[in-house]
């Protein structure tokens, strides 16, 4: 059973701080990597894509990929309370065919 | 903007009727699309692969005879819930990967809620 790992929070920070969401897979053969954000009641929403070992920069969002000890994970800087939401760690796993495999989520609330 | 559409965005039908549930690529073409359902406080959940050509694949504990699934060309797929139950009343997404690459983004519809009564 090929599986994603999140701690489920919920995680609290302060307006303006900096969020650290983590997560770890099983399949060492996996390559592409994802985090969504779910706010209630919505379909997720494509955050960020890794696909490559170290850091990707995108606005507050910055990916982290570590294929050594199969970890990912996503900071978010200067936190807003808009990014209150569920953050999903998706992983595409060897032979899955493009299938994701999710997390459970962390429950992010930023707190004005 | 949304490269994903769905439709209905939500629906009420009553116990042991069928509803269909339309699942679009937008300025894209998909040639395998995902469906999935999530119960409220719960995660997503896979039902099944949708093919464009082929038979949908699905995940076990899903009843193919109960969902189905025609992706009838390379942006549209449905899912057809036939005789609906209460318990089928859940919250359905579709996915489909832009690009033809094996590990090419996935985007998600905006879901349709089901409430059957």
């Known amino acids: 059973q090929k599986e994603v790992e999140q701690n489920s929070g919920p995680l609290s920070v302060p307006e303006g701080a900096i969020a650290s969401l983590n997560c770890t897979y099983s399949d060492r053969g996996s390559q592409s990597f994802f985090w969504y954000r779910q706010y209630s009641g919505k379909s997720p929403e494509l955050i960020m894509s890794i696909y490559s070992n170290g850091d990707k920069e995108d606005g507050r969002f910055t990916a982290q990929l570590n294929k050594a000890s199969q970890y990912v994970s996503l900071l978010i800087r200067d936190s807003q309370p808009s990014d209150s939401a569920t953050y999903l760690c998706?992983?595409?796993?060897?032979?899955?065919?493009?299938?994701?495999?999710f997390g459970s989520g962390t429950q992010l609330t930023v707190l004005p | 903007g949304a490269v994903v559409s769905q439709h209905p965005s939500w629906v009420i039908c009553k116990s042991g009727t069928s509803v269909k549930i339309e699942c679009r690529s937008l300025d894209f073409q998909a040639t395998t699309m995902f469906w999935y359902r999530q119960f409220p406080k719960q995660s997503l959940m896979l039902m099944a692969t949708?093919?464009?050509?082929?038979?949908?694949?699905?995940e076990q504990g899903v009843e193919k005879d109960k969902f189905l699934i025609n992706h009838a060309s390379l942006t549209l797929s449905t899912l057809t819930v036939t005789s609906a139950h209460p318990e089928d009343s859940s919250f359905y997404i579709c996915?489909?990967?832009?690009?033809?690459?094996?590990?090419?983004?996935?985007?998600f519809g905006p879901g349709t809620r089901l409430t059957v009564t």
């Open positions: 998706a992983v595409i796993s060897s032979g899955s065919a493009r299938q994701l495999t």
């Open positions: 996915s489909a990967p832009m690009g033809l690459a094996g590990g090419s983004e996935q985007y």
């Open positions: 949708s093919n464009e050509g082929s038979k949908a694949t699905y």
